[in-house]
C-alpha cells in the first residue's frame, strides 16, 4: 500500500524529556511536511523539507528539529525547550499539481505531557 | 485578522438537508484553494480542490469568488456520513505553504 504512515500513535513525555515522532511515505514525494493542531484552531506548520538533505523553519519551529537523510523520512524531535507540547502532531507530504501542490496527511501522533 | 477565516460552527443539519460553509481568506493573491475533510481525531483528508470556475462531486459544489475574497462548499442531500469538521485551506502566494482555517464542524442527525 503506498501512503504515509506515523508513529507512534500516542506518546507521553516526561518534563525535560526529548521525544522524536516518526514519519514514512512511500509515495515517492519530494516534499515533506510537520504541522501541530490544536483542538479549535488551524493547522500550524512547524518545519517543511522540500528535498533530500534540506528543510527550512515554518511559523512555530521553536522547540522542534527535524532531519531528512532520506527522501522516504522526515522526523521530528519535541525538545524540552518546547513548553507546551501537548497536541496532535501531522506529518504530509506534497506533490506538485495543477493547483500548486497537494499534500496528502499521515494518520497522526498525539503527544501528552504527564 | 487571520489569513484564512471560518465560522467554526457546530452547524447541526437533518439527514438531507441543504448546508453551505464560507471561508474568507486575507490575501488576494491567493491562488490555490482547497477544502479538506477531517473526521474526529483523525487526520484531514483532501475533499476537492476549489478552481476558478467552480466545481462539483457529486453532492459537494465548490465556489470561489475572488472579488468577496470567499471560498464556499455546499453540500446536498447531506448523509450522516457527512458529520465531521470541514478545513478551508489556501495556498499562500508569498510563501508557497498552504495555511489551514480553523474547521467548521458539521452534525447531520437523522
Keep these: 500500500d503506498g501512503g504515509i504512515t506515523q508513529s507512534p500513535k500516542y506518546l507521553f513525555r516526561k518534563e525535560g524529556q526529548n521525544v522524536t ?3 514514512e511515505q512511500n509515495l515517492n514525494h519530494d516534499a515533506m511536511y ?14 517543511y523539507s522540500q528535498i533530500v538533505n534540506d528543510f527550512q ?21 519535541v525538545t524540552s525547550a518546547q513548553k507546551n ?11 506538485p499539481s495543477g493547483m500548486g501542490e497537494t499534500q496528502y496527511f499521515g494518520p497522526g501522533t498525539r503527544l501528552l505531557v504527564l | ?12 443539519v437533518p439527514e438531507g438537508a441543504t448546508v453551505a460553509f464560507n471561508c ?21 483528508k483532501l475533499l476537492m480542490s ?20 470567499y471560498i464556499s462548499l455546499l453540500i446536498r442531500d447531506s448523509k450522516l456520513s457527512d458529520s465531521a469538521t470541514y478545513l478551508c485551506v489556501v495556498l499562500g502566494s508569498n510563501t508557497g505553504k498552504l495555511i489551514f482555517g480553523q ?8
Design chain 2, 103 to 110: 474547521g467548521t464542524t458539521l452534525q447531520v442527525k437523522p
Design chain 2, 24 to 44: 474568507t481568506y486575507s490575501n488576494s493573491a491567493s491562488q490555490s484553494f482547497f477544502w479538506y475533510r477531517q473526521d474526529c481525531r483523525k487526520e484531514p
Design chain 2, 50 to 69: 476549489v478552481y476558478s470556475s467552480g466545481n462539483e462531486d457529486g453532492r459537494f459544489t465548490a465556489q470561489l469568488n475572488r472579488a468577496s475574497q
Design chain 1, 21 to 23: 515522532l516518526s514519519c
Design chain 1, 85 to 95: 507540547p501537548t497536541a496532535f502532531y501531522l506529518c504530509a507530504s506534497g506533490v
Design chain 1, 34 to 47: 510537520w504541522y501541530r493542531q490544536d483542538p479549535g484552531q488551524g493547522l500550524r506548520l512547524i518545519y
Design chain 2, 1 to 12: 485578522r487571520k489569513e484564512v477565516e471560518q465560522d467554526p460552527g457546530p452547524f447541526n
Design chain 1, 57 to 77: 523553519k515554518g511559523d512555530i519551529a521553536e522547540g522542534y528539529s527535524v532531519s531528512r537523510e532520506k527522501k522516504e523520512s522526515f522526523p521530528l524531535t
